[in-house]
């Protein structure tokens, strides 16, 4: 037995638990058949890409990762909530845009300055308002909205 086998035979179930996960995007599966690459191999070539940018690319490339990120999942999630008359969902991908504008606005310009490698912190931060287990923006409107509702309430006329 070779060792490069003794050292990727405890992944294999990893590799198949994600190949499973992967299967279900109709992207990765329409870029697997036409480049003949397993989905596995695409996904952590852009993990990787992704990652590399964000650690040691220059912050033009940085950013745009950062924002690429931050808004092309969140964008399609919203919309498919809109299509599906997602009440719910909706509030919450409106509270995480509301978080990210905040953040892009106020934030950044002192991230930038005080925090090292701050797109790769912003990216993680921001993954954890759009992840489906943490559903960090959904509990940013739980916590805000009492605090809001004066501001947003519909005034009733006499």
Excluded: C
């Excluded at 638990?17 to 697997?32: F, I, K, M, P, V």
């Excluded at 504008?101 to 701050?118: A, E, H, I, K």
């Amino acid at each position: 037995m070779s060792s490069l086998h003794t050292l990727t035979l405890p992944l294999v179930p990893y590799a198949n638990q994600a190949n499973r996960y992967l299967s279900r995007s109709g992207t990765l599966r329409y870029y697997e058949k036409e480049l003949g690459v397993p989905k596995l191999y695409l996904a952590l070539g852009l993990y990787l890409v992704g990652t590399l940018a964000l650690f040691v690319g220059p912050a033009g490339l940085a950013a745009f990762v950062a924002n690429l990120v931050a808004i092309a999942y969140p964008t399609h999630a919203a919309m498919r909530a809109a299509v599906n008359n997602d009440t719910e969902a909706l509030k919450t991908w409106a509270t995480y845009f509301a978080v990210y504008g905040y953040m892009v606005t106020f934030v950044d310009t002192v991230g930038l300055q005080y925090v090292p490698w701050y797109y790769a912190v912003r990216t993680a931060l921001l993954a954890v308002l759009f992840s489906s287990p943490t559903m960090g923006a959904a509990k940013i409107y739980e916590l805000a909205l009492p605090h809001l509702d004066v501001l947003y309430r519909a005034k009733k006329r006499d």
